[in-house]
């Protein structure tokens, strides 16, 4: 099984809401860009996504936040592909008192199941 990792700063103009949460569409962008990232190293190819089976957001992410997304291959028919993300919170974001905080003990945020497909 085939697994690649992206960590990212989350910067605050990333965030869009009230307690400098950021929008659920950012888990998304991260997970295509480390989706893409395994379809060229499992297949050559940057693929095609057709699209998300499931999509949970279970945790929020907020500005100043270190994240990991993560997709890992669960299945590979002749051209379709199906994988598996998460996004992880590895380290929180800034507090009032300026710090950051690395977590023991990282917070699953966000977890999907897409399908990509390797043109002919």
């Known amino acids: 099984m085939s697994t690649v990792i992206h960590r990212r700063y989350v910067a605050f103009s990333d965030a869009h809401y ?6 659920g569409a950012y888990a998304l962008k991260l997970f295509g860009d480390v989706g ?22 279970l ?21 379709s592909r199906t994988v598996d993300f998460e996004l992880r919170v590895v380290c929180r974001g800034s507090d009032d008192t300026g710090r950051s905080a690395l977590l023991d ?16």
């Open 59 to 79: 945790a929020p992410i907020r500005g100043g936040d270190v994240v990991e997304a993560q997709a890992t291959l669960a299945r590979k028919g002749n051209r």
């Open 36 to 57: 893409t990232n395994l379809s060229i190293e499992t297949d050559g190819h940057e693929g095609l996504f057709a699209g998300y089976e499931s999509v949970e957001f």
């Open 105 to 120: 003990t990282p917070i699953l945020a966000v977890r999907a199941r897409g399908t990509g497909v390797i043109p002919a």
């Open 18 to 23: 009230a307690g400098n949460l950021v929008d």
